[in-house]
C-alpha cells in the first residue's frame, strides 16, 4: 500500500468530504481490493458462521495489516485515519470480516505496539502484520460487558517463571481462530480497576481453550467465543507494561476502538444506500421505476443526507484520534468525541437501514438478501465498544466536569 504526493486538484467531493487526492486513492484501492477479494466470501460468511482461513494471509500480503506499525515491523506507518479508510472499505463489502480485522489489527495488534516491550513486538509484530498470525482482545466476561473493569473476575498470580489465568471471557471476536490474544487479568483484587494487568496469550499455552464458538444474528462469519483460562500458564515476559497498571492500556485503547466503529458504520451505510438507489431504480410498480414515486425519493434523499453526515463525523473523529497522545485517552475531548461519534454513527446507519429496507419492501426481509444482512448487523453497533447508554453517560460526564 502505497501513500505517494500528488499535484492533482481536489474534486468538489473529495473537499466535502475531507480527504486529500493521496487518501482517496488509498480508500479507492482498498475498496478494489475488498469488492475482488473479500465480497465473494460474505454470503457463505452469512449462510454457514463460516470462516475463510486463507484471507488474513491474503490481506496481509496486499499490504492491509499493520497500517499504524512501521515498517521494521512489517506495517505501513501510516497511521489511524488511513487505517479507518481501510476499515470502511472493507465493510462495504464483507463487514464481518471488517469486524475481525479490526479486532486484530486495532484491539490486538495496534495495542501491543502502543504499549508491549520491544521483545514483545519483535516477537508478535511481524506475523500479526503478516496475517499469519491472527489477534483477539480479552476483556468482557459473563458477567462484566458495560462494567468490564469494575466486574472483572478474572484472575492472575504469579508462581514462579509464570503467571497463572483463571477466568472466562466471552463475546471475544476472533476468539476461535485466534492465535495471540491480549487478555486483561486481576493481579490484585482489592484494587478495583487499578489491579489489572494485561498479558499476551497464545492459543496454544496450558489451559487455555475455546469453551464455545457463538453463533450470531448478524455479522455472521466474523467468528465470536466464549473463552476459558483454566490455570492458564503465561510466561512472565508476555506481561504487558506494568502489573496492576493495565487500566492505562484499556482506557487508551478503548478511545481509539470507538474511533474504529464509525468507518464499519459507515462503510455498511454506504453499501446499503447504494443498494436501495439501484432497487428502486430497476424496480417497477404501475408501469414505472419506484424511483418515480415522490415518497421512495423522499426516502432516498434522507439516506443521502445520512450517510454523508455520517462521514464528515467519522472523519473529523479519526482525525481527532490520529493526534491524540498515548497519555491522553479515556478523558477529556477524546473521550467525549469518539463516545459521540460512534453514538451518532451507530443510530445514523439504524436510520439508512431501515430506509433501505423500505425501498427494498418484500425482498428486502428475505434472510439470503444482501440488503437483509446488512441490517442484521444493525444492532451489534449499538452495543459494542460499550452500549448507546454508556456512550451518553460518557458525554454527559465530561460536559459536567469542572473547568
Given at each position: 500500500?502505497?501513500?505517494?504526493?500528488?499535484?492533482?486538484?481536489?474534486?468538489?467531493?473529495?473537499?466535502?468530504?475531507?480527504?486529500?487526492?493521496?487518501?482517496?486513492?488509498?480508500?479507492?484501492?482498498?475498496?478494489?481490493?475488498?469488492?475482488?477479494?473479500?465480497?465473494?466470501?460474505?454470503?457463505?460468511?452469512?449462510?454457514?458462521?463460516?470462516?475463510?482461513?486463507?484471507?488474513?494471509?491474503?490481506?496481509?500480503?496486499?499490504?492491509?495489516?499493520?497500517?499504524?506499525?512501521?515498517?521494521?515491523?512489517?506495517?505501513?506507518?501510516?497511521?489511524?485515519?488511513?487505517?479507518?479508510?481501510?476499515?470502511?472499505?472493507?465493510?462495504?463489502?464483507?463487514?464481518?470480516?471488517?469486524?475481525?480485522?479490526?479486532?486484530?489489527?486495532?484491539?490486538?495488534?495496534?495495542?501491543?505496539?502502543?504499549?508491549?516491550?520491544?521483545?514483545?513486538?519483535?516477537?508478535?509484530?511481524?506475523?500479526?502484520?503478516?496475517?499469519?498470525?491472527?489477534?483477539?482482545?480479552?476483556?468482557?466476561?459473563?458477567?462484566?460487558?458495560?462494567?468490564?473493569?469494575?466486574?472483572?473476575?478474572?484472575?492472575?498470580?504469579?508462581?514462579?517463571?509464570?503467571?497463572?489465568?483463571?477466568?472466562?471471557?466471552?463475546?471475544?471476536?476472533?476468539?476461535?481462530?485466534?492465535?495471540?490474544?491480549?487478555?486483561?487479568?486481576?493481579?490484585?483484587?482489592?484494587?478495583?480497576?487499578?489491579?489489572?494487568?494485561?498479558?499476551?496469550?497464545?492459543?496454544?499455552?496450558?489451559?487455555?481453550?475455546?469453551?464455545?464458538?457463538?453463533?450470531?444474528?448478524?455479522?455472521?462469519?466474523?467468528?465470536?467465543?466464549?473463552?476459558?483460562?483454566?490455570?492458564?500458564?503465561?510466561?512472565?515476559?508476555?506481561?504487558?507494561?506494568?502489573?496492576n497498571r493495565g487500566v492505562k492500556i484499556v482506557m487508551s485503547g478503548l478511545d481509539l476502538e470507538r474511533a474504529m466503529i464509525s468507518p464499519i458504520c459507515l462503510g455498511i451505510a454506504e453499501r446499503a444506500f447504494a443498494l436501495a438507489l439501484d432497487y428502486a431504480r430497476q424496480?417497477?410498480?404501475?408501469?414505472?421505476?419506484?424511483?418515480?414515486?415522490?415518497?421512495?425519493?423522499?426516502?432516498?434523499?434522507?439516506?443521502?443526507?445520512?450517510?454523508?453526515?455520517?462521514?464528515?463525523?467519522?472523519?473529523?473523529?479519526?482525525?481527532?484520534?490520529?493526534?491524540?497522545?498515548?497519555?491522553?485517552?479515556?478523558?477529556?475531548?477524546?473521550?467525549?468525541?469518539?463516545?459521540?461519534?460512534?453514538?451518532?454513527?451507530?443510530?445514523?446507519?439504524?436510520?439508512?437501514?431501515?430506509?433501505?429496507?423500505?425501498?427494498?419492501?418484500?425482498?428486502?426481509?428475505?434472510?439470503?438478501?444482501?440488503?437483509?444482512?446488512?441490517?442484521?448487523?444493525?444492532?451489534?453497533?449499538?452495543?459494542?465498544?460499550?452500549t448507546t447508554e454508556v456512550r451518553k453517560m460518557i458525554i454527559a460526564g465530561e460536559l459536567l466536569k469542572g473547568e
Amino acid at each position: 500500500m502505497e501513500n505517494r504526493p500528488s499535484a492533482e486538484r481536489p474534486s468538489v467531493m473529495q473537499a466535502f468530504a475531507g480527504l486529500s487526492t493521496d487518501e482517496l486513492k488509498i480508500l479507492d484501492t482498498a475498496d478494489r481490493f475488498a469488492q475482488a477479494e473479500l465480497y465473494p466470501l460474505a454470503q457463505q460468511m452469512d449462510d454457514e458462521e463460516w470462516w475463510p482461513g486463507d484471507i488474513f494471509p491474503k490481506i496481509g500480503e496486499a499490504g492491509y495489516f499493520g497500517v499504524t506499525a512501521p515498517e521494521a515491523y512489517g506495517g505501513s506507518g501510516l497511521g489511524v485515519f488511513i487505517s479507518g479508510l481501510v476499515l470502511q472499505a472493507f465493510s462495504r463489502w464483507n463487514h464481518a470480516l471488517g469486524l475481525a480485522w479490526v479486532a486484530h489489527e486495532n484491539l490486538c495488534m495496534n495495542n501491543i505496539l502502543r504499549n508491549a516491550s520491544d521483545a514483545q513486538k519483535q516477537k508478535y509484530l511481524p506475523g500479526l502484520n503478516r496475517g499469519t498470525l491472527i489477534g483477539a482482545l480479552g476483556l468482557t466476561e459473563p458477567g462484566a460487558g458495560s462494567d468490564a473493569l469494575g466486574s472483572m473476575r478474572t484472575t492472575a498470580r504469579r508462581d514462579g517463571g509464570d503467571y497463572v489465568l483463571n477466568g472466562r471471557k466471552i463475546y471475544i471476536t476472533n476468539g476461535p481462530v485466534a492465535d495471540v490474544l491480549l487478555v486483561y487479568a486481576k493481579t490484585e483484587m482489592d484494587k478495583g480497576s487499578h489491579g489489572i494487568s494485561a498479558f499476551i496469550v497464545e492459543k496454544d499455552f496450558p489451559g487455555f481453550s475455546v469453551a464455545q464458538k457463538l453463533v450470531k444474528m448478524g455479522f455472521r462469519g466474523s467468528q465470536t467465543a466464549e473463552l476459558v483460562l483454566d490455570e492458564c500458564r503465561v510466561p512472565v515476559e508476555n506481561l504487558v507494561g506494568e502489573e496492576n497498571r493495565g487500566v492505562k492500556i484499556v482506557m487508551s485503547g478503548l478511545d481509539l476502538e470507538r474511533a474504529m466503529i464509525s468507518p464499519i458504520c459507515l462503510g455498511i451505510a454506504e453499501r446499503a444506500f447504494a443498494l436501495a438507489l439501484d432497487y428502486a431504480r430497476q424496480r417497477k410498480q404501475f408501469g414505472r421505476p419506484i424511483a418515480d414515486f415522490q415518497m421512495v425519493q423522499s426516502m432516498l434523499a434522507e439516506m443521502y443526507v445520512w450517510v454523508e453526515s455520517m462521514r464528515l463525523y467519522t472523519y473529523q473523529v479519526l482525525r481527532a484520534a490520529e493526534v491524540v497522545g498515548e497519555n491522553e485517552g479515556g478523558r477529556g475531548d477524546i473521550h467525549k468525541l469518539t463516545a459521540a461519534g460512534v453514538m451518532y454513527v451507530a443510530e445514523t446507519m439504524n436510520k439508512v437501514l431501515n430506509h433501505a429496507i423500505q425501498v427494498h419492501g418484500g425482498s428486502g426481509y428475505i434472510w439470503e438478501s444482501e440488503i437483509n444482512r446488512l441490517y442484521r448487523a444493525v444492532k451489534l453497533l449499538e452495543i459494542g465498544a460499550g452500549t448507546t447508554e454508556v456512550r451518553k453517560m460518557i458525554i454527559a460526564g465530561e460536559l459536567l466536569k469542572g473547568e
